[in-house]
């Protein structure tokens, strides 16, 4: 079946260091790629998508390239603030006759320090 | 334009009791999908409506159950509850189910069973 899988967290880092989230997946196909991104007491709320190989999404400093060879989708930033501190998940979604769903990995909860 | 909705935001049952979760979507989208999320198991996909036709449903027991509206409204009731169906249930709306398009979420609510 399809999964995704990301890295185990937490991670913590401090303000201003780089983040990569790493994110793989396994699909019977080619499917759509998300990150969304969950704030405490919050739902989802999308982060950025790609829709095919080497598409390349990107909002609010973060990007993550569909790389279809590796079948990653991994999550980077170059300089994370206090304020990106959440829980991050990873997701496919793939057409399957008449409907789709997201699939999504276990999330990587990620704290940013001072 | 307003995004989706759910209500109630907070909801606390007993064992055996039954609940009705409601969920308006962004005006203009016609998919909504419920997922669950509980700190075990993820997130994990419920049903997927589109055009008042369940399209796909994930691997949940027959006491989950669900609608859609010709509105695009959708409910999902759980009957004889259970200590384990306490969980957030998330509701997310996209335009069509087509992979390509973003789902976006609801905040949830929070169900919680005694």
């Known amino acids: 079946g399809n999964s995704v899988t990301q890295m185990e967290g937490p991670v913590t880092l401090s303000e201003e260091a780089f983040l990569t989230i790493n994110c793989t997946y396994t699909a019977t196909g080619y499917p759509s790629l998300f990150w969304y991104v969950q704030y405490p007491g919050e739902g989802l709320q999308l982060l950025l998508k790609?829709?095919?190989?080497?598409d390349k999404g990107s909002n609010k400093g973060f990007e993550a390239t569909y790389r279809k060879e590796t079948t990653s989708f991994h999550l980077e930033k170059g300089s994370v603030q206090v304020s990106d501190s959440a829980v991050y998940f990873c997701a496919l979604r793939l057409n399957t006759g008449t409907a789709s769903k997201l699939t999504f990995g276990t999330g990587t909860r990620l704290q940013v320090t001072l | 334009k307003a995004g989706v909705t759910q209500t109630p935001r907070y909801l606390i049952k007993t064992r055996g009791q039954q609940v009705t979760l409601s969920c308006s979507p962004i005006?203009?989208?016609?998919?909504v999908s419920w997922y669950q999320q509980t700190p075990g198991q993820g997130l994990q996909f419920l049903f997927e409506y589109f055009s008042e036709t369940q399209r796909n449903k994930g691997n949940f027991p027959g006491r989950f159950s669900g609608r859609q509206f010709s509105n695009s409204r959708s409910e999902m009731n759980v009957s004889t509850l259970e200590l384990g169906d306490s969980a957030l249930y998330l509701c997310?709306?996209?335009?069509?189910?087509?992979?390509?398009?973003?789902?976006?979420f609801g905040p949830g609510t929070r169900l919680t069973v005694l």
């Open positions: 790609a829709t095919k190989a080497d």
């Open positions: 997310a709306s996209s335009l069509t189910p087509t992979a390509a398009d973003t789902q976006y």
């Open positions: 005006s203009g989208h016609r998919s």
